[in-house]
Structure formats: C-alpha cells, structure tokens
C-alpha cells in the first residue's frame, strides 16, 4: 500500500509520541513540497510556568522537514534528520503552527549534489508562530541525503 500524504498526517497525528505530546499533523501537500504541523499547549506539553515547553517544541519539528526530501526524492536515497537548533523568542500559549516548505527546485539541486554517493548536509529553517501570528521560536534543521550504494553501483 503507498502511503499518501492523507494517511501521513493522519497516522503520525495518531501515533503515540506525538498523540500525548498534542501534536497535530494538518497537512501534508500532494506533491510532498509543504507540511503544516501544530502544537496544542497544555497541562501536558506546558513547562513549569505554563508555557510551551522547549522539547514538545523541538519535537514538532523533528521528522516533517526530512519526511518532505524522502518523499520527493524516493526510495534510491538515504535521508534523516541529524541535528537541530532552536532559538526561543518568545513564551507560547494557545495552538502554535509550523510550516515546512522544500521546493521542487530545492529538491533536485539536493539530488544532483547526492549523485554518485556524495553526502549532502542541508539545513531548512522554519518558523514556530501563536494564534496571532507573532514568531515563538525559529528552528533550524539538518538533514543526511546520500544516494544509496547500490543506486551507485548500478550507474558505474
């Protein structure tokens, strides 16, 4: 069965980690080029003086941006998030939203620097935003992109 951007969203909605942490998957677009995620802030993702906490922030952003490069690239490379940075700006109360954008263009510049096995290291940036559309915290993220060896090997 192939997983469309419906059944993503829905399903990572659903799944347990992000489930209890209020995290909420709104959209995946058809051509995996945009993700919206929100975060519900509440008595359980809510630090001590009840705002968002830090990690359930970083954990709306972790997979979304790599989720996007995978899926327009496919299945003859390798590619996971392996780090991340996150400037807090402001206390988050209410729904906060994240969108994550990668280009088609974006994209295929990764795939032509992932040729032949070459590792790529690509940072994203988004942004965490409240209700009124002010800016809670930025968020860098870094992600692995790698042709797969037998992807390589064939061309040779």
Do not use: C
């Amino acid at each position: 069965m192939r997983i469309t951007p419906r059944r993503l969203a829905m399903g990572m909605s659903l799944w347990i980690p992000n489930l209890f942490s209020g995290i909420r998957i709104r959209r995946f677009s058809e051509d995996w080029t945009h993700a919206t995620v929100e975060l519900h802030v509440n008595v359980f993702t809510r630090n001590y003086v009840k705002t968002a906490f830090g990690g359930s922030m970083s954990a709306m952003t972790d997979p979304y941006f790599f989720m996007l490069v995978m899926h327009q690239l496919g299945r003859d490379y390798v590619v996971w998030d392996t780090r991340g940075e996150i400037e807090f700006v402001k206390p988050g109360r209410g729904v906060l939203t994240a969108d994550f954008e990668v280009s088609r263009e974006r994209a295929e510049e990764i795939r032509e620097r992932a040729k032949g096995g070459a590792k790529v290291l690509e940072w994203f940036d988004t942004v965490i935003t409240d209700r009124d559309g002010d800016i809670v915290a930025k968020v860098r993220r870094e992600v692995y992109i790698r042709e797969k060896k037998r992807v390589t090997a064939t061309r040779s």
